[in-house]
């Protein structure tokens, strides 16, 4: 659409154009910045999500196998600790008969 003036239709195509070069700008800027926080990361030595889920889910398992293990040693040495009073007894009314 043209103007009887043509001040405003420079002044509308300089707007048109500047929006065009701020938009660029911003998609310039937000590829800078996503470079960025891409080489941050890489410099913190930060794992991925799915190696971090993976090890905690190995460590979930270790523990409850550690939980099972102790467990099963408390009842050994449970009935370890019974073997040799037995025996004693045992050995006991051996002697005296």
Same mark, same amino acid.
């Given at each position: 659409?043209q103007?009887?003036?043509?001040?405003?239709? $420079?002044? +509308?195509?300089? =707007?048109?154009?500047?929006?065009? *070069? /701020?938009?660029?700008?911003? !998609?310039?800027? #937000? %590829?800078?910045?996503?470079?960025?926080?891409?080489?941050?990361?890489?410099?913190?030595?930060?794992?991925?999500?799915?190696?971090?889920?993976?090890?905690? $889910?190995? +460590?979930?398992? =270790?523990?409850?196998?550690?939980? *099972? /293990?102790?467990?099963?040693? !408390?009842?050994? #040495? %449970?009935?370890?600790?019974?073997?040799?009073?037995?025996?004693?007894?045992?050995?006991?009314?051996?002697k005296?008969?």
């Amino acid at each position: 659409m043209q103007t009887q003036n043509p001040f405003f239709d $420079d002044l +509308a195509r300089m =707007a048109g154009g500047a929006l065009g *070069a /701020l938009s660029g700008l911003r !998609a310039e800027i #937000e %590829a800078l910045m996503r470079q960025q926080m891409e080489r941050f990361m890489a410099g913190v030595d930060m794992v991925p999500r799915e190696e971090f889920e993976v090890v905690r $889910d190995m +460590a979930v398992k =270790a523990r409850e196998e550690n939980a *099972a /293990l102790a467990q099963r040693l !408390a009842d050994l #040495e %449970a009935k370890l600790a019974e073997v040799p009073a037995k025996a004693v007894k045992s050995k006991a009314a051996d002697k005296s008969s």
